[in-house]
C-alpha cells in the first residue's frame, strides 16, 4: 500500500473514531437546531449581506496608521521624518527580519511569548516619545533621531512579527477580510489625525501602537488551542519564487516611491490604498468562497502600467494621480501576498515567523535598492528624456514579476517552495480535511446541492458546531440553522450521526467499488 493511501486510512479511522464519540454532543447540537421554525428567505441588501467583523483582528490598522504618522508620512515636518531617518527605520527593520529568519526555529511561535509582546510595546513607546519631543523642540530632533528611528524600527518588525503569525492561524477568506478592511481604517484613521491639534495628536499616536497590541492579544485569545501556532513547525526550502517576485515588484516601487513620500497623501492613506483595500473587502465580504483572488492581482497589473506609461504619455495630470496609481497596484500585490503566505502556514504548517520575516526582508532590501538606483537613472543623458527611461524600466519589472504570479494557478500553490518536514499531526488534519471535502463534493454532486450546503456539509462533517460555521462562513447563526435543515431533507437523514454515517458510506463504498477494480486487474 502506498504512503498516500495510508494517510487516507489513518484519516478514515480518525473520524470513524469521532463519529462514535460525539453522538451526545451531535444531539444536543440538533435539539438547539429545532427550536428555532424556519422562516422564509429575505432578500438583503448589499450591505446587510457585508459580515460583521471581529474588531480586535482588524489590530493591525493601528500599527500602520502609525508608521505612517510617526515616519513615512510628512505630517510632523520635522527631521525626524527625512529620508536619513526612515532609511535607519527601514534598515533597523531589515536587520530583526533577518535575525528572525536566521533564529526562527529557535522563536517560533513568538506571539506565544509575553516578552516579546511587551518588548515591542516598549521599545515603539520610546520611538513616539522621541518623534513628539522632535516636534515640540525642533533643535533636538538631531539628538532624537537615532533613537526615534532604531527603537520604531525594532517595535514595529516586532509587532509585525505577531500580527503575521496571528493571521497565519485563519483561513484565507478570513485574511483577505481582515487584512483589506484593516488597511481601509488605517487609512481612515491617517485621515481623522491629520485634523487633529498637536496635543490630541500625540495622545493618540501614543494610543496607536497601545491599542495595536491590546488588540492583538484579544484576538489571540479568542482562538481556541487548536487554532493557535505552535511547534514543532514544517522545515521548508527557502521560497525562491515569492522572493523573486517580491523583489521586482520592491523594486520597482522603490523607483516611484519618492512621489508617494512627497505627495498630499502617504503610502498607507492613498486613496489607491483605500480604494484597493475596499474593492477587495466588498469583493470577499459579498462573494466570499466564490471570490477570485487572481482578480486583486488582475486589477494591480493596468494601475502600475497607467502610472508610469499611460499617464506620462497622455500628459502629466498630476503627481497625486500617478501616486495614487503606484500605491493601489503595490497594495493589491501586498494584500495578494498576505493571503499566500498565511495559507500556507495555514494549510501546511510552515513557521509564520521564518517566512514572513523572509519575505519582508527581501521586500525592504529591493525597495531601498530601487530607491538608491532612482537617481542614477535619471541623470542618464541618452537623448531621450530620463523620466521615460524610469518608467520604461518599472513596467519591465512589473511584468517580469506578474509572469512569475502567472506561472502559479492559485493561491493554494507551492510558489517555489519545497516542505522537507512537515508536522505529523498537522499533515493528518490536513489529509483529514481533503479527505471530508472530497466526500462532500461526491454527495453535492449526487444529490444536487447548492454550493453553500456542500460547503455547510464539510464543515458539518468536520463536527464543527453552529456557531463555528456561521463564524468561518460569515453568516448567522440562524442561515446556518436553516441550511442544516435544507440539508437533512435533501439527503433524508435526521440527525448529525445519520449524517456522518452517510458521508462514511460513501467514502466505503468508493473504497469496495476500488478493491473490486483492483481485483479484476
Known sequence: MSQGRQHTSGADDALSIASKQTPQRSRSIESEERETVAKPPVKKSIFARVPRLPLAFLGIALYRAWIELAFVGSYLGTSLQAETSRNLFDGTMVVVFLLGAIFAKQLSPLIRKRTAHWMALSFLLVSTTCVVIGAIHPDMTNALMWPAAICGGIGVAVIVILWSELYGCLGPVRVALYYSASIVAAALIVYTMKGFLFPWFATFLFMLPIGSLVSLSLAFDSLSEKERPSAPFAEATFPWKLAIWMAAYSFAYGLAQSQLTTSTFGPHSSPGVLAIGAFVFFGVALRKRKFDFSAIFHVALPLAIAAFLFVPVVGDF????????????????????????????????????????????????????????????????????????????????????????????????????????????????????????????????????????????????????????????????????????????????????????????????????????????
Open 318 to 521: 498630476n503627481q497625486t494621480f500617478t501616486a495614487l496609481c503606484i500605491a493601489a497596484a503595490y497594495t493589491a500585490c501586498s494584500i495578494l501576498l498576505m493571503i499566500i503566505l498565511t495559507n500556507m502556514c495555514y494549510r501546511q504548517g510552515i513557521s509564520a515567523l521564518w517566512l514572513f520575516c523572509i519575505e519582508r526582508s527581501v521586500r525592504m532590501i529591493f525597495n531601498a535598492l530601487g530607491r538608491e538606483a532612482r537617481d542614477p537613472i535619471l541623470e542618464l543623458s541618452i537623448g531621450i528624456d530620463s523620466s521615460y527611461i524610469l518608467s520604461i524600466v518599472v513596467v519591465i519589472l512589473v511584468i517580469v514579476s506578474s509572469i512569475i504570479l502567472l506561472t502559479e494557478r492559485s493561491i493554494t500553490a507551492q510558489w517555489g517552495i519545497g516542505i522537507k518536514t512537515s508536522d505529523a499531526k498537522r499533515a493528518e488534519e490536513i489529509v483529514r480535511e481533503d479527505l471530508l471535502k472530497n466526500r462532500s463534493r461526491e454527495i453535492a454532486l449526487n444529490y444536487r446541492l447548492s454550493l453553500r450546503e456542500e460547503e455547510i456539509l464539510t464543515l458539518l462533517a468536520q463536527r464543527k458546531r453552529n456557531t463555528a460555521i456561521a463564524s468561518e462562513l460569515f453568516i448567522s447563526e440562524q442561515t446556518v440553522k436553516t441550511h442544516i435543515r435544507n440539508l437533512y431533507k435533501k439527503l433524508d437523514v435526521h440527525s448529525r450521526d445519520e449524517l456522518f454515517d452517510l458521508v462514511e458510506n460513501i467514502d466505503a463504498k468508493r473504497a469496495t467499488a476500488s478493491s473490486i477494480d483492483e481485483d479484476y486487474r
